[in-house]
């Protein structure tokens, strides 16, 4: 048995889903979308109970579909395309909110299916002074109604048993009555179609979907029947709507005439709201929440407190599953021999699982706040505010926090698009939030801005060169981003904006078994499905950057080591009598020294021959442009997994092992130390901001474009985000390289 939830946005209906199904679910993307899937079985005490599956729809106002979102639910509900028909639908409804949220139940109790209704959140209307009966509104409706608090648990046993027992009722008969005119153009209607269009289990086509192809000209019902059941009516349609507005009906405006009417006889006399004038704690908290001034000082202090978790609070856990991996490392390698297999164990498989659970701490914290916001009901009222701001880039106020959090880790950033609901700026955000400097590219900039911008004091000592040149590259993304937002929006996303309407819900205590639940959802996604990916790039690279290993290059280095361990043993001899037991220690640290070096010089070779460091060499011609040589080249290649991996990767370059990092003054004086075959230096000012630029624009993070693909169920977009992204780098590596170079 299949039964459906469906509701308004933000009338509790995802907490009453895992409730339902006491938190065992499945999480998926429907079929050719991007709208997240969620199914799971109803959880229930006994084996003779029937087994019932249950799915969770996105939130919807009504059947006008606007939205990839809403199509899946009319799709759903009315079994059309790969969507099973439900046995029966669920309605969550806000008490508090009774009268909007009855316009998406009026048009569910005209599918042709058993309903329940689930009236949530009643404990929040009677501290309003609205009281709600529930038996009055079940005998309007016709359906059963059960009152239920989703967030504390209480009322869901009762909806589980209402839920078993009318299954295979018959569908309610209680819907608005419209004018005899559109009901006669219906049937007429109905009967035409019936020989030509039904569902999958072979139902006819339900009064509210006549209802729609009849109401709206070109909408969603209208194109599913040309498109899907290749059923060109369009000129009948077109005489049944003339014969409609000649008999004096304004086709755009009578279907929510009729049931609004409808809606208020029922709500006038199942609602008592006598005391409902007194003002509520939500509207108290609003005078300063949705304040112009304070509110966004507020929205700031909150923004502020969730940019600080992902970018310093995660950093410990970070750091703390780095050392782990560190010391799985040495572990898992300390007995083998070096060679192919303790370099896959260490390098690959532990530090591509590394690579993986690196980004756990900050999702999870990321995951926290937002459920915690959105839950409480504040998430709305930050939406709302810096919308206006928002709106100059193309996007809408929900699309911050991603962006804000994209400073830390696109990862989550883009991860967390989920709260947009439309997908035009749902997929606007996440195309641009890479733009954002990300905490992976400070090294760099710190690395290269220490090594090679001067420290002067500028603006008489009030900022440094150093400080206003890390600024620039944080600057360049966001600014690159407006201007990529606009293009998308205009070019590429070219659907009209839908106009921004936001529900501010009422404040409530967030539920902690709710939360918790959707930071290890999130989570577990993550590691499952976008980790499988991170991890085969991060071997992929590893690869590349291994084999092939000349032989040629061992025995060389091999002879050298003998020689060193030679000269060890004569030196050590020719002290033995004195028994100079510093001296002897002084030859050993020197001659462990010599080979540290050697291993250093080694791994640099075979990095040089290495598939990354021949096709570092093969675009020298590509890269010559920027200003860089084939070692830079080869560097930024071999960060394509993690764009902090250039560091190491020019660190083995350089021969001074994989240990650097930004704060490396052995690294810096190499890179400073470095020719070019004719003497000049490889790395200058110019070249060094080159280098800048192009990391804070270009797409060098392919965890972010594995994301990026499983949010937008597509290798489209993130081929898409690779192209523009790395195009941008490169032209913007070169204007800068070019232009500074005439001034410095």
Request: hydrophobic residues 45%.
């Amino acid at each position: 048995m299949f039964v459906a939830l469906v509701g308004n946005p933000n009338t509790g209906k995802t907490t009453v889903f895992n409730e339902l199904t006491g938190y065992r679910q499945r999480v998926g993307n429907y079929p050719g979308v991007t709208v997240e899937r969620k199914t799971g079985r109803l959880s229930q005490s006994g084996d003779s109970r029937p087994t019932v599956e249950v799915i969770d729809l996105p939130g919807a106002y009504g059947f006008s579909a606007q939205s990839h979102d809403e199509i899946v639910v009319i799709d759903t509900l009315t079994g059309r395309g790969e969507q099973q028909r439900p046995d029966l639908v669920v309605v969550v409804v806000d008490a508090v909110n009774l009268r909007r949220n009855l316009f998406l139940t009026s048009q569910v109790l005209e599918l042709g299916v058993p309903v329940v209704v689930a009236l949530n959140m009643v404990d929040l209307a009677q501290s309003r002074g609205i009281g709600v009966d529930a038996k009055v509104l079940s005998n309007a409706l016709q359906v059963p109604v059960v009152p239920v608090v989703a967030n504390k648990g209480q009322g869901i046993d009762a909806l589980k048993q209402a839920i078993v027992d009318h299954l295979g009722d018959s569908p309610p008969g209680s819907h608005p009555p419209m004018p005899p005119e559109i009901v006669g153009e219906i049937a007429d209607l109905q009967a035409t179609l019936q020989q030509q269009v039904t569902t999958s289990d072979g139902a006819a086509l339900s009064h509210v979907e006549l209802l729609q192809i009849l109401l709206e000209p070109g909408g969603y019902g209208e194109r599913r029947l040309l498109e899907q059941f290749n059923v060109d009516i369009t000129s009948e349609l077109a005489r049944r709507r003339a014969r409609l507005e000649s008999a004096g009906l304004d086709l755009s405006h009578v279907e929510a005439e009729v049931r609004y009417r409808w809606i208020e006889d029922i709500v006038s006399r199942a609602v008592d709201s006598r005391q409902a004038r007194v003002v509520s704690k939500s509207d108290k908290v609003d005078r300063l929440a949705t304040h112009p001034v304070f509110g966004l000082l507020l929205a700031g202090l909150v923004m502020g407190a969730v940019f600080q978790s992902i970018y310093a609070w995660s950093a410990p856990l970070m750091e703390l599953i780095d050392a782990a991996c560190g010391t799985l490392g040495e572990w898992v390698g300390g007995p083998l021999s070096e060679g192919a297999l303790r370099s896959l164990l260490v390098d690959g498989v532990i530090g591509g699982v590394g690579s993986v659970f690196i980004f756990l701490p900050q999702i999870m914290i990321l995951f926290l706040f937002i459920a915690v916001l959105e839950d409480c009901g504040y998430m709305a009222r930050a939406a709302f505010l810096l919308d206006r701001a928002m709106a100059f880039c193309g996007l809408n106020g929900k699309a911050f926090i991603p962006l804000l959090s994209s400073f830390a880790c696109a990862v989550p950033g883009i991860m967390a698009t989920r709260t947009i609901e439309n997908r035009a700026d749902r997929f606007v955000t996440i195309l641009v939030a890479p733009l954002m400097s990300c905490s992976a590219r400070l090294p760099v900039y710190v690395l290269l801005i220490a090594a090679f911008i001067p420290a002067s004091p500028l603006l008489g000592g009030i900022v440094g060169l150093q400080t206003l040149v890390l600024i620039a590259m944080y600057m360049v993304g966001i600014v690159v981003a407006v201007v990529v937002a606009l293009f998308l929006r205009r070019v590429v996303f070219k659907e009209r904006s839908r106009a921004f309407l936001m529900e501010l819900p009422s404040y409530k205590w967030p539920s902690p078994k709710t939360v918790l639940y959707r930071v290890y959802e999130r989570s577990r996604e993550f590691v499952i499905r976008a980790g499988t990916m991170i991890f085969a790039v991060t071997i992929l690279i590893w690869a590349l950057g291994y084999y092939p290993r000349p032989s040629s290059i061992a025995a060389g280095f091999e002879q050298q080591r003998a020689q060193i361990e030679a000269k060890h043993k004569e030196s050590t001899e020719a002290i033995l009598a004195t028994a100079d037991a510093e001296e002897i220690k002084a030859i050993h640290d020197a001659t462990q020294s010599e080979l540290r070096l050697l291993e250093r010089e080694q791994a640099g070779a075979y990095l040089r021959q290495s598939f990354l460091g021949r096709i570092g060499q093969a675009i020298e011609p590509v890269v010559e442009p920027l200003g860089w040589d084939w070692k830079i080249g080869t560097a930024v290649i071999a960060s394509f997994p993690a764009r902090e991996v250039v560091i190491a990767t020019l660190g083995t370059i350089y021969n001074l092992g994989e240990g650097c990092d930004e704060e490396s003054t052995d690294l810096r004086h190499a890179m400073q130390a470095s020719k070019r075959p004719d003497g000049s230096p490889v790395f200058t000012v110019p070249v060094a901001l080159s280098i800048m630029v192009f990391f804070a624009l270009c797409m060098q993070c392919g965890a972010t474009l594995v994301v990026i693909k499983r949010e937008t169920n597509s290798w489209r977009w993130p081929i898409f985000t690779f192209t523009y992204m790395t195009a941008l780098g490169y032209l913007g590596a070169w204007g800068t390289y070019h232009i500074v170079a005439r001034f410095v």
